[in-house]
């Protein structure tokens, strides 16, 4: 049960894109099609940007995306905004467990 | 309004307990897993248990098997968390948290697996803090 890898770090600037990597093994990211990517502001309960790997919630932007090769998942965030500022992480659904990535925080210059 | 609100947080000392509750409303509990996730301060999200629709089922995070105890009450729609001989790495804000997965039957009936999409309804959290 160990944690998914994920840079601590990300900036961009406005209007800029920046990815989000999120490597695992072959037994979680790598094995199933379920990662998902969460959204935390401070202080506030984590929100659900993408599941299965590439699909977005209704009401979240589109300009949130994902995919996935082999054992890494990432989340693509365009034309940055202010209000992207916030920690990311990403998921991976297993039978029996679910991995969390370290977290990444995003910074909008 | 679909949401989760959970309470039972505190302050205990090292190696007592502490049960949490989370209180869901607005949407059908009983039709969904539940898990509970938590992050200590200044860290990222760690999921520490989650339990099947009927509570047939549960799983936990391998630093908490043998100490804390997740259950529900679908006539009361809620979920429980209770946390045995806790240590100060179990200071935490805790969200309970929902997870909207669909069975897969297999050809005898029963579920060959599941899919899964996020946990998409989270709490506001209840801070667990272990200290003496």
């Known amino acids: 049960q160990s944690a998914l890898t994920q840079p601590a770090s990300v900036s961009g600037s406005p209007g800029q894109s920046i990815t989000i990597s999120c490597t695992g093994t072959s037994s979680d990211v790598g094995g199933y099609n379920y990662v998902s990517w969460y959204q935390q502001h401070p202080g506030k309960a984590p929100k659900l940007m993408i599941y299965?790997?590439?699909n977005r919630p209704s009401g979240v932007s589109n300009r949130f995306s994902g995919s996935k090769s082999g054992n890494t998942a990432s989340l693509t965030i365009s034309g940055l905004q202010a209000e992207d500022e916030a920690d990311y992480y990403c998921s991976s659904y297993t039978s029996s467990s679910t991995l969390f990535g370290g977290g990444t925080k995003l910074t909008v210059l | 309004e679909v949401q989760l609100v959970e309470s039972g947080g505190g302050l205990v000392q090292p190696g007592g307990s502490l049960r949490l509750s989370c209180a869901a409303s607005g949407f059908t509990f009983s039709s969904y897993w539940m898990s509970w996730v938590r992050q200590a301060p200044g860290k990222g999200l760690e999921w520490v248990a989650n339990i099947k629709q009927d509570g047939s089922e549960k799983y936990y995070v391998d630093s908490v098997k043998g100490r804390f105890t997740i259950s529900r009450d679908n006539a009361k729609n809620s979920l429980y968390l209770q946390m045995n001989s806790l240590r100060a790495e179990d200071t935490a804000v805790y969200y309970c948290a929902r997870e909207d997965r669909i069975a897969v039957a297999d050809h005898m009936g029963g579920v060959a697996g599941y899919y899964y999409y996020g946990m998409d309804v989270w709490g506001q959290g209840t801070t667990v803090t272990v200290s003496s």
């Open positions: 299965e790997v590439s």
